[in-house]
C-alpha cells in the first residue's frame, strides 16, 4: 500500500526539541521531493520544509529557519524534521507530504501532533 | 509571499446542488516553464488534505468527476457540480508556482 506514516510528536517545553519521522512505503521513496507541512488546530495549512530526492537541496519557511532542519534516508524510505528551540508558534499537527512537482502534494500522511507548553 | 486569497470563508449548500469556490494569488501563477501550479485540496473533518485537482484543471485518480477545476492568471475555481454528503469539509487552493503558498481555506457544510 502506498502510504506515508508520521511518528514522534510529543508534549515538549519552549526551548526544548524533537525530532519527527515519516515512513513512507509502497512507492519509490527515492524518486520523489519531500515536505512537511503543519496546521494550527481548526486553521490552515503551511508548508515548513521540502528536501530533494538526494537531500542535497532543502529549503525552510521563515519563521523555522536556523532551527528546524530537514533530512532523509533513502536507504530505510524515511523523512525527519529535527526541531529545535520550539516555540509555542510551532503547537500544530505536522504532515508530510510527497510532492510529485511543484509543490502539487499527491500523498499525505496522517500527521504528528506536537504541543509546545510550560 | 504569493497570497491566496478564497472566498467565500463558509459555503452552506443543499445536497444535489451545485457549490463553487473562488481562489486569488496575488501575483500570476503562470510558471516561467508555462505551467501553472494551482491545486485544489480537500480535507474532510478528522481527516488528512487529500488532493482533488492538480495544475488548474487535472483531477486525481479516483476523484469523482462533479468536481472540475478551471481558471488561469490569478483567478481559479473548484466547481462541484452536485453536492454530496462525503463533500463535507474544508476545501484549499495552494500555488507552487511560487513559494508554496495556501489559501485560508472553505468550509463546506450542509444548509
Known amino acids: 500500500e502506498v502510504q506515508l506514516v508520521e511518528s514522534g510528536g510529543n508534549l515538549v517545553q519552549p526551548g526544548g526539541s524533537l525530532r519527527l519521522s515519516c515512513a513512507a512505503s509502497?512507492?519509490?521513496?527515492?524518486?520523489?521531493?519531500m515536505t512537511w507541512v503543519r496546521q494550527v488546530s481548526g486553521k490552515g495549512l503551511e508548508f515548513v520544509a521540502n528536501?530533494?530526492?538526494?537531500?542535497?537541496?532543502?529549503n525552510y519557511v521563515e519563521s523555522v529557519k536556523g532551527r528546524f532542519t530537514i533530512s532523509r534516508d533513502n536507504a530505510k524510505n524515511s523523512l525527519y524534521l529535527q526541531m529545535n528551540s520550539l516555540r509555542g508558534e510551532d503547537t500544530a499537527v505536522y504532515y508530510c507530504?510527497?510532492?510529485?512537482?511543484?509543490?502539487?502534494?499527491?500523498?499525505w500522511g496522517q500527521g504528528t501532533l506536537v504541543i509546545v507548553s510550560p | 509571499d504569493v497570497v491566496m486569497t478564497q472566498s467565500p470563508l463558509s459555503l452552506p449548500v443543499t445536497l444535489g446542488q451545485p457549490a463553487s469556490i473562488s481562489c486569488r494569488s496575488s501575483?500570476?501563477?503562470?510558471?516561467?516553464?508555462?505551467?501553472?501550479?494551482l491545486t485544489w485540496f480537500q480535507q474532510r473533518p478528522g481527516q488528512s488534505p487529500r488532493r482533488l485537482i492538480y495544475?488548474?484543471?487535472n483531477r486525481d485518480s479516483g476523484v469523482p468527476d462533479r468536481f472540475s477545476g478551471s481558471g488561469s492568471g490569478t483567478d481559479f475555481t473548484l466547481k462541484i457540480s452536485r453536492v454530496e454528503a462525503e463533500d463535507i469539509g474544508v476545501y484549499y487552493c495552494?500555488?507552487?508556482?511560487?513559494?508554496?503558498?495556501f489559501g485560508g481555506g472553505t468550509k463546506v457544510e450542509i444548509k
Open positions: 495552494m500555488q507552487g508556482t511560487h513559494w508554496p503558498t
Open positions: 501575483q500570476s501563477l503562470v510558471h516561467s516553464n508555462g505551467n501553472t501550479y
Open positions: 495544475q488548474v484543471s
Open positions: 507530504a510527497r510532492d510529485p512537482s511543484s509543490s502539487a502534494f499527491d500523498l
Open positions: 528536501i530533494n530526492q538526494d537531500g542535497t537541496t532543502k
Open positions: 509502497g512507492f519509490t521513496f527515492s524518486g520523489y521531493w
